[in-house]
């Protein structure tokens, strides 16, 4: 009895202390938050930055890499010296720990910025925007934003893929060409990337079909290559990839066929194989949004860059390219910057023979990067 | 369809087969080194690094055997004679290889030409899958056995040669004495240290011709900062599989390797299993197969009985 009593009253005061905990850090909360709501401008000076990178930019290309050449970018655009730009490399995007972690040592060296450059993050940069509302973050490839300190970027790659599927057309002798995807059909970036791809190969080439083949992992250059070898072997003559390293691509080399990179132009690791790749200019963004920190004048709204503002291009056409091709992509290039393509609008197929997009509607861009999880008619995953 | 299968199966196995070999040899002898991928990632990097330097086959994968054993020589001098636990001294060497690998691959892709360090041309040439004169032209077979590229038969070779000489020499008979009881072996007048030093060093070199398999031929020809990947570890598990036996070890890296790309040839219209499933694969086997050696009374096939616990001659 004795025992019970005692036990009932730890629990109260156990209970107790955590409400007046509880109330303390919210009136901590909310006073830190009325301070936030005006932005001051930061001198050159002290102002800083940090970066959370999924790989290493050090691997010379891929993902991270092509992220940190923005970086780079802005930071010569802006005149900041190295010591300025903080970055974490290797920081796995579904280790939230790991991420918290990065960006806090971010922030405790006087980040007044934060890019995080891959899509696990976002959550955690979500929860962290709230504790810190003093720092702005910047999420890429997400879709949330809080309106005043947290926001993602992303762009329409979907429009560079289309352009590069137009050179694998051209290229395929088999009419076979191999995709080799991240994720499956639960991931609309990926799954929209192939849409447009499928979409620009049918352009020039209504018999071919593309064979996807999915790692379930955005960086194994191990797995990356053994999907496109397996690609390889059921006929495929032209690898394209939405994956981190250059595996995909010295796979095709290997066996004297012909590629599409991603994220950085791959000619310089494959100059057998490689054809054209969907490449992204980040540096467009992160100076545009560095300098807006600086000045005070960032309103944290979600940032969504096409072609037309030079955040997405294809590579320079390689010597690999078929005849015709320059032709073909500088055709449909002129009708995606005076927007008489869409890529994207109807009527459009999908493979099991469902109408997804009625004639003379489009779907928008946050349905392509949010929510599409069917496939073109012409692909097939195997 | 199954012929391409089977192919990639042996290829994806190949750095397997030698790092679980390297790791057999390390473990009859009575140590347990979970330093495998450390080791396999210093001769990814040494063996590319002389590759692409020198354009020779012979040097490249010589460089690599040569600093995974220097690799094992660290390990060895750690636990054999200074007696550190050997569970720990192996994870540092891992994360210690892993971190040399990248830290001189970094550099090494920094300086080279368009950040993008590539063999040389008659290397990638030499390196490639060939079909062996007439044997290659049988119909199947030929493609399945005869067309690989050189270190896929260097494997196989080495594997087989440890295997007999590990149950069928008299210096393999003292090595499996030291690793059974090493105070009976010093009793019988093997010298413990000797033989130890010898083996891990001999393990630690074959398991870094692995690490040079996957920066060479999986790489494709240019350096990756993660070419090894994990693979160090799946080696690990395979010593369990093959129950310490080089020749078993051929079929189990076989099996692992086709697990491996099991998912990429299993017609997604025609069966759909999720991908976690493939990617576990390998490793309920493993248990499987430890639940089974176990059952089994007998002394065949099992652990080394001083495997893991380092030698103290005083102890006695």
Redesign the interface.
Known sequence: MKKKLLSLILTAVMAASVLTACGTADSKDSSTATESTEKEAIALEDFKVGVIHIG?P????GYSFTHDQGIVEMQEELGLEDSQVIRKNNIADGDAVATRTAIEECIEEGCQLIFGTSWGYMDTMEELAEEYPEVMFSHATGYKSNGTNFNNYFGRIYQARFLSGIAAGMKTETDKIGYVAAMDNQNSEVTGGINAFAMGVESVNPDAVIYV??T?TW?????E???A???L?MGCDVIAQHQD???P???A??RGAWSCGYNSDMT???PKAHLTAPIWNWGVYYTLTAKAVMEGTWDAANYYGGMDDGLVDISPLSENCAEGTAEKIEEARAKILDGSLKIFEGSLFDNEGNEVCKEGETISDADITGNMTWYYKNV??? | ?II??LF?AI??GTPLLFGTTGEIMTQKTGNLNLGVEGMMFMGAFVGFFTGYKTGSITLALLAAFAVGVFAALIYAFLTVSLRANQNVTGLTLTIFGTGFA?FF??RM??A?P???P?LPAEL?AAL?EKAIPLLGDIPYIGKLLFSHNIIVYLGVCIAFICGIYINRTKAGLNMRAVGENPAAADAAGINVTAVKYIHILAGGGICGIGGAY?SLI?????W????V?G?GWIAVALVIFASWSPVKAILGSLIFGAF??LQ??V???IIELP?AFY?ALPFLITIIVLVFTSMKKSKEGAQPAGCGINYFREDR
Do not use: H, R, W
């Open positions: 290493d050090a691997d010379g290309s083949k999915v379930n960086f194994d250059p191990t797995l290559g053994q999907a070898e397996a690609l072997d390293t250059t595996a691509q010295l796979a080399q290997n310089k690791d494959a097939e995953v195997k | 369809m391409n299968f990639a290829k994806a990248q691959g970094e892709i920094a080279a368009d950040k993008s590539k990638v490639s996957l999986n790489g494709g020809g240019v990756n900062n993660s070419c990947n693979q491996s790309v990429f040839y017609p997604k219209d991908n990617i």
